[in-house]
Each structure stands twice: as structure tokens, then as C-alpha cells.
């Protein structure tokens, strides 16, 4: 829900900023102020087009016991190394609902919960990735101002997308231990 309230205000931003554009002309500070609500729209708008996406197209057909999503244990030693267990019920989740086990002897629960994580864990690194071409569009509209495309897009790939993988992966080993 939230972040449905954060996509239309920051596109509402956008669009405001376009017209300021339009009106008083693409000039600093109003194309500044245009590119950065631009980017917020483009990550936010980006990841839950994808998250529907991934959600609609693989949810139903993942293979739960495939190796590709197995967690190691040389995997798991790494995440403890990383203390995501301190942090990581402090990080904002979409809907935690979906990776709560309500009862450990119900498979079903367990796969449940394991669906949603392996869903959640695609949905990220596919957001990661797609975040990065925001340094593209970044370049099209603006090739001077390359790098602060490349700041954004990292550090919104690295801060919003990278902690819920490792999430994910530590809570993953403990599901796959379960069943």
C-alpha cells in the first residue's frame, strides 16, 4: 500500500516538474528539479511493474526444490558473517505477511513461505539489474550529467535491492531446512 501511495506522489512530482519544464524551460533549476523526480518515478514505478510482473509470469510455475535456488552452506556461513539476522527484521519489507510460517509441521505453509521468498528474491535481482538502466535514460536526457545517473542507480540498486537478496538467501537456508 505504501508503496502505491509513494508511486503516485512521486509521478504526481514528476509531472508537475515537466510542466515547470515546459513552462519556464528546461533550465537549471527546473530541469534539475525535473531529472531528479524523473529517477525517483523510474525506480519506483520500475520495481513494482516488475514485482507484478515476476509475481503474474513465475510465481505458480517455480520448481521449489530446483538447485538454482538452493542456499549452500558456504552461502549461509556468509550471510551469519554479514549479522542479517541482527538487521535484518529492521529492513522494510513489501508485505511480510507472505514469509510468515504459521505452523511448521503444515508443509504447505512451509512451501508457502518458500514460494515467496524465491518470488521476492527473483523480483529483486531482476529490479537490480533493470534499476541500472536508469544510467542510460540519465544519459540520453542529459549526457553532462552522466555521473549523477550512475550515483542514483547504484546506490538504489545496492540499497534497495541488495539487503532484501541477502534477506531472502539467509531466510531461505532455514526453509529449505524445514522441509
Known amino acids: 500500500m505504501y508503496g502505491i501511495i509513494l508511486a503516485v506522489i512521486f509521478n504526481l512530482l514528476f509531472f508537475v516538474s515537466l ?3 515546459l513552462v519556464f524551460g528546461f533550465k537549471t533549476p527546473y530541469f534539475s528539479i525535473f531529472i531528479t523526480f524523473l529517477i525517483f518515478a523510474y525506480h519506483i514505478d520500475i520495481r513494482l511493474i516488475i514485482a507484478e510482473f515476476v509475481i ?24 551469519s558473517k554479514l549479522k542479517v ?17 504459521t505452523d511448521l509441521r ?19 535481482w531482476a529490479c537490480f539489474f533493470v534499476g541500472l538502466f536508469a544510467i542510460l535514460i540519465g544519459c540520453l536526457i542529459s549526457p ?4 549523477i545517473y550512475v550515483v542514483t542507480a547504484v546506490l538504489t540498486s545496492f540499497l534497495a ?14 526453509l529449505q531446512r524445514l522441509i
Not at 503444515?106 to 523480483?123: C, P, Q, W, Y
Not at 553532462?144 to 555521473?147: G, K
Open 56 to 79: 503474474l509470469v513465475f510465481k505458480k510455475n517455480l520448481n521449489l526444490h530446483s538447485k538454482i535456488f538452493k542456499v549452500s552452506d558456504k552461502d549461509f556461513k556468509f550471510l
Open 106 to 124: 503444515d508443509k504447505s505453509n512451509v512451501e508457502f513461505a518458500l514460494r515467496n521468498n524465491i518470488t521476492a528474491e527473483i523480483i529483486h
Open 144 to 147: 553532462d550529467e552522466w555521473w
Open 19 to 21: 510542466i515547470l519544464c
Open 85 to 101: 539476522k541482527k538487521w535484518k527484521d529492521k529492513f522494510v519489507a513489501w508485505d511480510k505477511s507472505q514469509f510468515v510460517i
Open 161 to 174: 535491492d541488495l539487503p532484501p537478496i541477502l534477506i531472502q538467501r539467509f531466510n531461505r537456508y532455514r
